[in-house]
């Protein structure tokens, strides 16, 4: 009996290992891939390959995954290799975007080099929200003025220009008012580092990838209009109820397809996209605490424009190492060059993606949409606007179009 | 023929009742199995491992994800490990509950007491070496829980740990323990263990004139059955091995606050159940060494099982050593389980 | 008392002297072993400017592991390391729980209940002449 047995045996352990020889060679062939700023190797493609290359600024062959993503670099266990990582699958969230993207050669520098977006966009009020609840807090009593006193988190800013030195993190718990409550129950999605509402039409990342990420694992500065939607058109916040309201309609057209319906628009302001105008400084904030939106938003239509006395303002690009090339650089929409003249803000911010021409006119190049616009400037029209009414309310009084 | 350890352990005819399973289980026999296995696979092992903290969990990641069959060796030498002192303790239990202790084999339990104890070290030891997030904290407890021991407790801490908290130098000590300081002892040890065996007589049976069974096996049949059980053993292992992975973690970091909750190794999870109820060195070292000094009395303070008896389950003689015994056991169980249930 | 034959204080003194050598040389053994290869672990920690911790504030210092407070009666921190067997405690909404046995805190650090005995160390934080916090551990 035992001789069968032995066979038996036997046999079991042949299958056995067979079986072990057959697994060992249906494992995944790891592709490895060691990038220049690591120098260590991963492993990530070998799931991975699929993914596109998050952008030409950072090349998979420099930065690899890791140094953004972190993980298990070596696992080929997706629950091993995905521990660690930073902010889930968005390394861009602001809890760790210090880790991710910072750092002094990268996202994370001196000012002067304009390096500093992160620093810029923590202190933004897309990040602290402090206009709002400095406002809302005003309004139910919370606080005796306007200035603000409380962000998203506590944040901190040594060389101020705003007088703002130091925001401490906004706690609706400890509020009295029953609806400073209520906002801070439903009120506080609306910024930069918050998960977005649920539907599709709100669905944006959090961090930098809120508004840079623009399709999966992809990052552009070539940012449509689209995209900042997502927040900044999806309904309005009912200050009665302390909630929000979607919108209803369901907007067929461009035109309709952008702020509230009541607004005015000039056709400016619905064919070209929001970055086209609106500066880096305006949208990722200059490095200073602002306690409202309207303190750091500036650009109006005379910054292109001019006004009836005066030309806009412009610059001539001098050297290769001019920001404005740099910013082409990441975008190249505007074919620019050393020696090109072009419009500048008030603040001296570029306006790359425009151009002076020979005849007078500007040009600007949309920055997603690559379409060109050739305008002129107000001075010499006969645009009859008062010297003391340069908002862009007051152009609308005569070039919004009908809705 | 020269008679050589081989002879000595396999006679050329044995009484059939030594080796029937109902009766040994076999478990004596497949722990020394088990024991070939991990030194085969330990020392494999070694080819890859680099024992410091930035490297060992690496080194395991290297093992278990790129070298062929590297895994599969990993899971080997864990799972082998873990079945080893499940075999241990069936093989004490099954010693206890067949009154097999007794003289002459009393100085042999001891040993075999002896080798549990170290199987149990250098399964620790093994788990230590992982050196990843999973194994982080039961380091900091099994090692806190020395400096509790009264007067030594420091002094034995820094000899263990080489330093005032664990690093890289308690690394390199529980590797040099795991694979010298705790396996040559426990290679010795298994050697004598079973030279012992047959020294006295072979596994436990009365005297031959109280034998009511005469049958006995060749040398070749017993050969066959221990092959047997290898074959069985070897495919079991290997079947586990390929479907359930050893745990892995990630390299531990920095100390960070943990999430969820923290728990031992399996074979300590009652230890850190009775932590759970208060002074460390009480319920942390005085009851385990409480534990093993009883087990090491057992053939010294209880009634002895008459030599008739022996040969099977359950001598009514020696019942209050299987009675403690069994208490022990079910306490242990029991505690385990307690152990698994989270903390509220 | 019987009188000692010279062989059995031969074999006593024999004894004896191994007994002692053996001690002698288990005692090397032990100290040995004791030596410490690694610098003694850090035990003052700067915490960069105290500007950074506005009032009622509580920070988690993870690396310490420590949790520094700034309250209207100035800095304090207390050691996150549990008095019972050394994991580090959660926090949680009202106090810190131990992963490891189950012990839990008040958010003041005391015992509420076992099986930890005593109470979260409170660590000391010194405030330097120009502003930096400094944590001390020891």
Known sequence: ?403 | MRPSFFHHLHPPTIPAAQSRWRYTLGAGGTAIFLALILTITGALEMFYYIPTPDQAAISIQTITYFVPFGALLRNLHFWAAQLFIIVSAVHLVRVVFTGAYIPPRRFNYLLGLALFVISILLNFTGYILRWDQGIQWALVVGTNLIKTIPFIGDSLYQALIGGTQPGSATLIRFYAWHIFGLMLPAAFLVGWHAFRVRREGGIALPPPTLRTDSERITRNELVRREILAMLFTGSALLVLSIFTPAPIAPPIIEMSPLSGEVRAPWFFLWVQQMLKWGDPFFWGVLIPVIILIILILIPYIFPRPAESELGRWFPKSSGLAQVTLAIIAVAIIVLTLLALIPIK | MPELSRRDFLKLTTNTLLTASGLLGFGALFRFLGYQTEPLPQTEFDLGPASNYPIDSRTLLSKIPALLLHTDEGFSALSLVCTHLGCTVEPKESGFTCPCHGSKYDAEGSVLNGPAQKKLNALRVEVTTDGNLILHTD
């Open chain 1, 1 to 403: 009996m035992y001789r069968r047995l032995l066979f038996i045996g036997s046999a079991l352990l042949l299958v056995v290992i067979l079986f072990a020889w057959q697994q060992s060679s249906r494992a995944p062939k790891p592709i490895s891939l060691t990038p220049t700023l690591s120098g260590q190797p991963e492993y990530c493609l070998t799931c991975h390959a699929d993914l596109p290359e998050i952008s030409k600024s950072h090349p998979l062959q420099t930065f690899g995954c890791v140094s953004c993503h972190g993980g298990e670099r070596l696992a080929l266990n997706a629950d091993l290799a995905h521990s660690n990582m930073r902010g889930g699958a968005n390394p861009s969230d602001l809890s760790v975007v210090e880790m991710s993207c910072g750092g002094t050669s990268c996202h994370s520098g001196s000012e002067a080099e304009n390096r500093d977006h992160i620093q810029r966009v923590m202190t933004s009020v897309q990040s602290t929200y402090a206009g709002a609840i400095a406002n809302i807090r005003f309004t139910f009593g919370a606080q005796p003025d306007l200035n603000a006193y409380f962000g998203i988190n506590a944040i901190k800013d040594e060389q101020t220009h705003t007088g703002i030195t130091a925001l401490s993190a906004f706690e609706p718990a400890t509020e009295t008012n029953s609806m400073i409550q209520k906002f801070g129950e439903n009120c506080l999605t609306c910024h930069i580092n918050a998960a977005p509402r649920e539907e599709e039409a709100y669905a944006r990342q959090t961090g930098c990838a809120a508004c840079h990420a623009t399709e999966q694992h992809k990052l552009t500065t070539a940012i449509p209009y689209t995209q900042c939607n997502a927040c900044h058109n999806r309904g309005n916040y009912d200050l009665r109820s302390m909630t929000f309201v979607e919108r209803a309609d369901q907007p067929a057209t461009r035109i309709q397809d952008y702020y509230q319906p009541i607004a005015q628009f000039t056709r400016c302001e619905y064919t070209l996209d929001c970055v086209d105008c609106h500066t880096r400084n305006e949208v990722m904030g200059d490095g200073d605490i602002h306690a409202n939106q309207k303190d750091i938003q500036y650009v109006q239509c005379q910054t292109c424009h001019g006004t009836i006395n005066q030309l806009p303002q412009t610059k001539t690009i001098t050297g290769p190492n001019d920001i404005a090339l740099k910013m082409e650089f990441l975008n190249p929409v505007s074919n620019l060059k050393v020696g090109d003249t072009i419009l500048v803000t008030e603040k001296g911010e570029p306006l790359w993606n425009t151009r002076v021409l020979p005849n007078g006119t500007y040009e600007l190049i949309g920055k997603a949409t690559n379409l060109r616009f050739n305008f002129r400037p107000v001075m010499g029209t006969a645009c009859e606007q008062k010297p003391d009414q340069q908002g862009s309310q007051y152009c609308h009084t005569c070039h919004a179009v009908e809705r």
